[in-house]
């Protein structure tokens, strides 16, 4: 468990268990109005040795989750989202949930993390650019509504 100091407090991240997922549901509902995961697909992952699901923990209660995911056969992490409980939003959680995901990535020996974020995304754009991300593609209409995706990776050495 890695705790992380954030000015409006500490932040505890730690792998998900099974016994998060009634919450990770939850909280990919309230975060997400479309391309959910299922409880289905959040509770094979947190199982997977393809996956890792990180959660953000303040005082016991879980405010916030990373999903990354792991191919074999390549060098390259893939953060497939970053969820914060709406209550908890702007105080650091998802700078403190991409740190940890780049922690794990890199200690999986991945030097390279990508990601896909909706064009109309501004806030999440910013984020990852603030952290060194640099736009080099997009996917054209990527998600379910036709809005295009932007691909944004980090070398992490």
Not at 36 to 57: F, N, P, T, Y
Not at 120 to 148: C, I, K, P, T
């Amino acid at each position: 468990m890695e705790t992380r100091e954030l000015s409006t407090g500490r932040v505890r991240i730690r792998r998900a268990t099974p016994g998060d997922l009634d919450v990770l549901v939850e909280l990919e509902q309230a975060s997400f109005a479309r391309e959910r995961m299922s409880a289905r697909q959040i509770g094979r992952h947190l199982d997977s040795l393809s996956a890792e699901v990180l959660v953000a923990v303040r005082d016991h209660q879980i405010v916030g989750a990373a999903i990354l995911f792991y191919r074999r056969t390549s060098r390259v992490a893939r953060l497939y989202s970053i969820a914060v409980a709406a209550s908890e939003r702007g105080r650091g959680i998802g700078e403190a949930l991409l740190d940890a995901a780049e922690d794990h990535a890199r200690r999986r020996g991945r030097p390279l993390l990508r990601l896909e974020v909706r064009v109309d995304n501004a806030v999440a754009q910013r984020l990852y650019e603030r952290h060194g991300y640099h736009r080099f593609g997009m996917h054209r209409a990527y998600y379910e509504d036709g809005h295009d995706a932007l691909r944004y990776e980090k070398a992490l050495a």
